[in-house]
């Protein structure tokens, strides 16, 4: 799930007779990270070795992991897949329009697509300058399904007759 951090664990394991030294560990690729618990291995003793998986967005994730010891070289292919929903909001800045009476309020439908592979849920939405601006949220929040598109209300309902405007979190 994107967002999440997953280990797994195996062992480096030194069969010689003198002692196994890592002296490096490097992955290339996205995604992945390699660590060694040990970097000098007494002979029939072993280490640990966590492969740590961290997934930024919805995609395959492909990486070659390399171990360089005293003795050779140990490389590994890694995959992943990240899941989860992923947020795009294809305008960063949105003018709401005119209000000439204070009092009125504009609305505007401020577009949210999931380009993600599960359901997006918005269930806090909310705008720095409250006093201007709010937004509303159905009951239970915003269930956004995977490549679909749907609208977050902003409100501009302004105090005085001024300029305005604000940032929005989601």
Known sequence: KIGREYEMTTYLRNVGRSNLEVISISVEGDGFNLSSEDD?????DSTLITIT????APTEYKAIATIRTNDKGLTMELSGKGVGPRMEVLLDTVFVGYAYIVGDTLEFPLPITNTGDSTLV????????????????PEGGLHIEPEDTSHLLVRFHPERADSTNTRLII
């Open 53 to 56: 998986f961290e997934p930024d």
């Open 122 to 137: 918005i269930d806090v939405a909310r705008t720095l300058d409250t006093a201007n601006y709010s937004t509303v949220l």
């Open 40 to 44: 000098d291995i007494d002979p029939g």
